[in-house]
């Protein structure tokens, strides 16, 4: 993803920060970025969003249930790490209900296996509430993106799952634009079609030791 605009200088202030924090080094950003830099015509809304601070550490999951809650048509989720609290679990199926388009492409594999089966213990209860669930099947899937109503749009490092929401240092950026949106959404439509959709009598088929693992894995997913 490339940027451009004032948007840029805000993402360099929460690395400086977080690179001080870490290290006790002040960069000067004067190195780094242009003192103007350029913008667009035409361009989006853009806005950063971190979780560098505790007293902030709730700002990107407000932004995502907000945009849940006002969503007309539909919410695009990829995710590399699933394991949505109950908040954003009622905030999906309230949007099924209103007669959104709720769809998650996540992972067929993993490279960290019990989050994995911590999520597929999650899947009967989401797919019962009408949230449709597909699964890559190439290599790791990484990104972490949401797109909704085709015209506000996430890319970042967040994902929605216990350590993003309490422990991570995460940053994403949210754009609002129906240029992008669609594009985004006509990005998650192909990797749809390069994916494999989850049945509830394909979940329910899962071995009694599938069942085991991923119970326990989900009872210890705050420390995931």
Request: glycine share 8%; net charge positive.
């Amino acid at each position: 993803m490339r940027l451009e605009g004032p948007v840029v200088r805000e993402l360099g202030k929460q690395f400086r920060r977080a690179w001080w924090s870490t290290t006790g080094e002040e960069l000067d950003p004067a190195r780094y970025l242009p003192s103007s830099p350029p913008v667009v015509g035409g361009g989006h809304a853009a806005l950063v969003l971190a979780n560098r601070e505790w007293r902030r550490r709730h700002t990107i999951r407000r932004g995502y249930l907000s945009a849940f809650r006002h969503a007309r048509r539909s919410i695009h989720l990829t995710q590399a790490y699933f394991i949505p609290d109950r908040g954003i679990q009622r905030a999906l199926a309230a949007a099924v209900r209103r007669g959104v388009d709720v769809q998650v492409l996540l992972g067929g594999i993993s490279d960290v296996p019990a989050v994995q089966h911590a999520t597929r213990h999650l899947y009967g209860r989401l797919l019962s509430r009408g949230i449709r669930i597909h699964e890559w099947p190439g290599r790791v899937l990484h990104a972490k993106t949401v797109c909704v109503d085709g015209s506000w749009s996430v890319i970042g490092s967040y994902n929605l799952d216990h350590r993003s929401f309490r422990h991570n240092l995460e940053i994403v950026v949210a754009i609002a634009g129906e240029p992008l949106g669609r594009a985004m959404d006509e990005l998650f439509a192909r990797d749809l079609s390069l994916s494999r959709e989850v049945s509830l009598a394909r979940w329910r088929e899962r071995s009694w030791w599938q069942r085991l693992q991923g119970a326990l894995w989900f009872a210890a997913r705050h420390w995931l």
